[in-house]
């Protein structure tokens, strides 16, 4: 018998099917096969921002005299 989720797993599972459902549309509209206002694409990147964690450039510098260990942690 399969396992069912719990609900921050349900949760984050419906949460991976909106964003990629807000991705595939804006690629669909990008490639000129689904129309979307300016609004609708405005709402998408609102919605994107929430969702998915944003790049950011890091530089590191300075002298390194034993081993490092560099962690990162990506949250929402």
Known sequence: MAERLNKRQADSARQLIQVQ?????????QDGEFEMNSNQIAAA????????????????????????????????
């Open 21 to 29: 459902n807000i991705v595939r549309n804006l690629e669909r509209c």
């Open 45 to 76: 990147r609102i919605l994107l921002d929430k969702s998915l964690p944003s790049l950011q450039s890091v530089e590191a510098t300075g002298q390194i005299d034993s081993n490092v260990t560099i962690s990162v942690t990506l949250g929402s």
